[in-house]
């Protein structure tokens, strides 16, 4: 009960100097901070360009093998370990 309150404040004082704000500008480049704000785009105009799956017969072919040989690995480990 005796130890409630210090250790409130210990926490509570950790927490603030971990949430302590850092200084950019230390960090970033002249470059950096002179360029453009990059323009803003609506979600759907985002999400559009990358809706398509770009995927051929090769790569589909090379993810089934690579999804064939990661069930085997587990099959592997789960047997090694007693599952």
């Known amino acids: 009960m005796f130890f409630r309150l210090p250790l409130c404040a210990l926490a509570l004082s950790l927490t603030a100097v971990a949430c ?19 323009a803003l785009v609506p979600i759907e105009t985002a999400l559009a360009e990358h809706s398509e799956a770009r995927t051929d017969e090769d790569s589909a072919e090379a993810l089934s093998n690579r999804a064939k040989a990661l069930r085997a690995r587990a099959r592997a480990l789960a047997a090694q370990n007693g599952g």
């Open 20 to 38: 302590s704000p850092i200084e950019l500008q230390d960090h970033s480049t002249a470059a950096a901070r002179l360029a453009p704000y990059p």
